[in-house]
């Protein structure tokens, strides 16, 4: 069973390929889309516990994407990525306000930086179900919904 549900939207193949490797071989069930309207469909169709978006894309930005996200699924962590330090200062605020995680992380990546920030977010995600919300102990049971 995984240890819980992630997509990761990026439009570049590479970026979304190396994201999905990384999760998988820690456990985690990973979808990928390539752009954010592909990302709605995807999140309107199954509850997702985390979502990785890059914050520069095509027709949607990921500040975009992530209101969009948060109405269909409140429940759902969206944290911000990008390779573009400049743009991200400039997001980061809108970004946090259209309810998006405070973690914004550089592309590229340190050395399991990935894994650390998704590791702690399901440990979070855990608490709320199991303390907040009185749901019972166990893997991803984030309706989103």
Same mark, same amino acid.
């Given at each position: 069973?995984?240890?819980?549900?992630?997509?990761? =939207?990026?439009?570049?193949?590479?970026?979304?390929?190396?994201?999905?490797?990384?999760?998988?071989?820690?456990?985690?069930?990973?979808?990928?889309?390539?752009?954010?309207?592909?990302?709605?469909?995807?999140?309107?169709?199954?509850?997702?516990?985390?979502?990785?978006?890059?914050?520069?894309?095509?027709?949607?930005?990921?500040?975009?994407?992530?209101?969009?996200?948060?109405?269909?699924?409140?429940?759902?962590?969206?944290?911000?990525?990008?390779?573009?330090?400049?743009?991200?200062?400039?997001?980061?605020?809108?970004?946090?306000?259209?309810?998006?995680?405070?973690?914004?992380?550089?592309?590229?990546?340190?050395?399991?930086?990935? =894994?650390?920030?998704?590791?702690?977010?399901?440990?979070?995600?855990?608490?709320?179900?199991?303390?907040?919300?009185?749901?019972?102990?166990?893997?991803?049971?984030?309706?989103?919904?």
């Amino acid at each position: 069973m995984p240890k819980g549900k992630i997509l990761v =939207v990026d439009d570049e193949q590479i970026v979304l390929t190396a994201f999905k490797i990384e999760l998988e071989q820690c456990g985690y069930e990973v979808k990928t889309a390539l752009n954010a309207k592909e990302a709605i469909t995807l999140a309107i169709k199954e509850p997702f516990d985390i979502i990785f978006t890059d914050l520069v894309m095509p027709e949607m930005n990921g500040t975009l994407l992530c209101r969009q996200i948060k109405k269909i699924s409140p429940k759902t962590e969206v944290v911000l990525f990008s390779g573009s330090p400049y743009e991200v200062d400039l997001q980061q605020d809108e970004f946090m306000q259209a309810g998006g995680r405070d973690e914004m992380l550089r592309k590229p990546l340190g050395e399991n930086v990935l =894994v650390q920030v998704t590791a702690n977010l399901m440990k979070e995600l855990e608490y709320k179900r199991v303390f907040v919300q009185g749901g019972t102990h166990g893997p991803s049971k984030n309706s989103g919904r």
